[in-house]
């Protein structure tokens, strides 16, 4: 069975999810909500900012599944391609860096005020 | 056999991702709430003295009297003006005796012609809106409320305040208000409580109901 399938879900979602948490984290410092989103758009997403520590946190519990599905032992021999399961490995790192990267990105505004 | 197709769990789980993301770019109907700004709205520009502000302050002596300063293009302030609108503004019993101002700032690239669609978010003719373009005002707010972080001054921008019936502005600088909320970073929280609408809105019926006492 390939383990791209389980893998990517989750790993996309990951990225997707930290996209989102970074316009969580930077809206409320720049004026790009507003001329992007209108008033009423800016003010919903400042009132929705909260649940960004939530949001980074299920980055982190995806790219934990990701990691787990690309790690985990076969069941069987049969069907493993080991270079297929490399790629994809150097996929899940890569992406995990990538969504660390945002992640902490999304928190810089609130250090830098 | 399904090897090249994701399962469904997968596609859920970026098709909710992808959704949210595309709820917040697309959905929120940005352009359509600015369309409808009430573009009649009227401020004035706030000199170095702080007039007209001062002259209207001292003029609504009597009057509960709530201090909003604000950028008018930064989400966090408007979000402040949408929780004053709706929690305290919109809840007032008629004929309440309160006055806003509004003091809009240039802090994040606010302009002047931003002004009207955040006071729309007021629902009210009860405020009188103030443009500082130079922004010395929230300088000298910051330096009124002593708002620092460590020995930093801080700003005074995303400030909400309340000033009693009997408040004078009698110096060069505005009085001292009895209660303040705001939502910047690095006060100290115990001092300077951060933006809590309902709080907020507590506080303002709670001074209204003192004023209407002593009446």
Same mark, same amino acid.
């Given at each position: 069975?390939?383990?791209?399938?389980?893998?990517?879900?989750?790993?996309?979602?990951?990225?997707?999810?930290?996209?989102?948490?970074?316009?969580?984290?930077?809206?409320?410092?720049?004026?790009?909500?507003?001329?992007?989103?209108?008033?009423?758009?800016?003010?919903?997403?400042?009132?929705?900012?909260?649940?960004?520590?939530?949001?980074?946190?299920?980055?982190?519990?995806?790219?934990?599944?990701?990691?787990?599905?690309?790690?985990?032992?076969?069941?069987?021999?049969?069907?493993?391609?080991?270079?297929?399961?490399?790629?994809?490995?150097?996929?899940?790192?890569?992406?995990?860096?990538?969504?660390?990267?945002?992640?902490?990105?999304?928190?810089?505004?609130?250090?830098?005020? | 056999?399904?090897?090249?197709?994701?399962?469904?769990?997968?596609?859920?789980?970026?098709?909710?991702?992808?959704?949210?993301?595309?709820?917040?770019?697309?959905?929120?109907?940005? =352009?359509?709430?600015?369309?409808?700004?009430?573009?009649?709205?009227?401020?004035?520009?706030?000199?170095?003295?702080?007039?007209?502000?001062?002259?209207?302050?001292?003029?609504?002596?009597?009057?509960?009297?709530?201090?909003?300063?604000?950028?008018?293009?930064?989400?966090?302030?408007?979000?402040? $003006?949408?929780?004053?609108?709706?929690?305290?503004?919109?809840?007032?019993?008629?004929?309440?005796?309160?006055?806003?101002?509004?003091?809009?700032?240039?802090?994040?690239?606010?302009?002047?012609?931003?002004?009207?669609?955040?006071?729309?978010?007021?629902?009210?003719? $009860?405020?009188?809106?103030?443009?500082?373009?130079?922004?010395?005002?929230?300088?000298?707010?910051?330096?009124?409320?002593?708002?620092?972080?460590?020995?930093? =001054?801080?700003?005074?921008?995303?400030?909400?305040?309340?000033?009693? =019936?009997?408040?004078?502005?009698?110096?060069?600088? =505005?009085?001292?208000?009895?209660?303040?909320?705001?939502?910047?970073?690095?006060?100290?929280?115990?001092?300077?409580?951060?933006?809590?609408?309902?709080?907020?809105?507590?506080?303002?019926?709670?001074? $209204?109901?003192?004023?209407?006492?002593?009446?």
């Amino acid at each position: 069975m390939s383990r791209k399938p389980t893998a990517v879900g989750p790993t996309g979602g990951a990225l997707g999810l930290s996209a989102l948490a970074l316009a969580f984290g930077v809206c409320c410092v720049s004026p790009w909500a507003v001329t992007l989103l209108g008033v009423a758009g800016a003010v919903w997403l400042a009132r929705l900012a909260f649940i960004q520590p939530y949001v980074v946190a299920a980055t982190i519990v995806l790219l934990g599944v990701s990691f787990w599905v690309v790690y985990r032992r076969p069941r069987t021999a049969a069907g493993c391609n080991v270079a297929k399961q490399h790629k994809l490995r150097w996929l899940v790192w890569g992406a995990a860096i990538l969504v660390i990267a945002i992640d902490i990105a999304s928190f810089a505004p609130r250090f830098l005020a | 056999m399904s090897n090249h197709l994701l399962p469904a769990r997968s596609i859920s789980v970026v098709v909710i991702a992808l959704g949210i993301s595309a709820l917040i770019l697309v959905g929120c109907g940005g =352009p359509k709430a600015e369309s409808q700004v009430n573009s009649s709205v009227h401020f004035v520009p706030l000199n170095g003295d702080d007039q007209p502000l001062r002259d209207d302050f001292n003029r609504d002596q009597g009057f509960v009297r709530l201090m909003l300063l604000v950028d008018p293009r930064c989400p966090e302030c408007l979000r402040g $003006l949408a929780d004053t609108g709706d929690a305290v503004l919109a809840k007032l019993p008629s004929g309440a005796r309160i006055k806003v101002y509004v003091v809009h700032e240039p802090v994040i690239g606010g302009t002047d012609k931003d002004i009207p669609a955040a006071a729309d978010l007021l629902h009210t003719t $009860l405020a009188r809106h103030y443009w500082n373009s130079s922004g010395d005002f929230g300088r000298q707010m910051s330096q009124v409320l002593g708002l620092l972080h460590g020995s930093r =001054p801080v700003y005074a921008w995303d400030v909400y305040l309340i000033y009693p =019936p009997k408040a004078v502005w009698s110096d060069k600088d =505005p009085p001292q208000p009895s209660f303040m909320m705001h939502q910047l970073p690095g006060l100290d929280n115990e001092k300077f409580p951060p933006w809590d609408a309902k709080v907020f809105a507590t506080k303002v019926n709670e001074t $209204l109901a003192v004023s209407d006492q002593k009446d």
